[in-house]
Each structure stands twice: as C-alpha cells, then as structure tokens.
Nanobody, 121 residues
Framework: QVPLMESGGGSVQAGGSLRLSCAASEYTASDNCIAWFRQAPGNFRMGVARINPRDGNTYVVNSVKGRFTISQDSANNTVYLQMNGLKPEDTAMYYC??????????????WGQGTQVTVSS
C-alpha cells in the first residue's frame, strides 16, 4: 500500500467549510477504493465516505450526506473531502486509507498521521 498523507484540517465555526486532501506519493494500479475516516475523542474510528478511483462512484454515510462530498483528482493522485455546513459534532481527527471497495475495511494495518478538524459553536 502506498502511504497516504492527509492535510487541510483546521478550526472553523459552525456552518463553515473545509476541504481535506488525501495525497498518494505515487500512482498504484489498485483494485481498491479510498476512504475517509474520522475519530472523535473517546469514540471509535468510523468510515465517512469512500470513492472508487476507477469509475468515480462514491458513498457517503447518512450522518454527513448532503454536507460532505468525496472527489478525486486522478492527475495528482489526490482524493478530497469537501465538508460544508460543519457542526461541532464533526470535530475529530480525519484519516484516509485504502479500503476494499463497498466496505470500510482497510487493505493494510496502517494509518497516517491524520488531520485535525475542530468546529466551534
């Protein structure tokens, strides 16, 4: 698995927006998908959205549907998570990882450093 690097987090007020980036250092001809996860203090890490890089199909969990959008820039090997209408409950560390498509199961036991998102009320 090629290491993925997350960036773009920050502190915003409720209702604000952020765009997170998940960059791969090199292209890999993988059959797998890329997903965003988040973990708030005291909570389990949970999948938020995933994308199939080959056909662009996306999946977003109900709790963020309509506010979060996952997309990709294939030329730059980057997957984005556009987050609009942020709420305090979106506060978490966000991670990206390669997963088996149609699941949030990671293909390797590896997490990057993540990027912190903090939403104030």
């Amino acid at each position: 698995q090629v290491p993925l690097m997350e960036s773009g987090g920050g502190s915003v007020q409720a209702g604000g927006s952020l765009r997170l980036s998940c960059a791969a250092s090199e292209y890999t001809a993988s059959d797998n998908c890329i997903a965003w996860f988040r973990q708030a203090p005291g909570n389990f890490r949970m999948g938020v959205a995933r994308i199939n890089p080959r056909d662009g199909n996306t999946y977003v969990v109900n709790s963020v549907k309509g506010r979060f959008t996952i997309s990709q820039d294939s030329a730059n090997n980057t997957v984005y998570l556009q987050m609009n209408g942020l709420k305090p409950e979106d506060t978490a560390m966000y991670y990206c990882a390669e997963v088996y498509c149609r699941t949030f199961s990671r293909t390797a036991n590896y997490w990057g450093q993540g990027t912190q998102v903090t939403v104030s009320s």
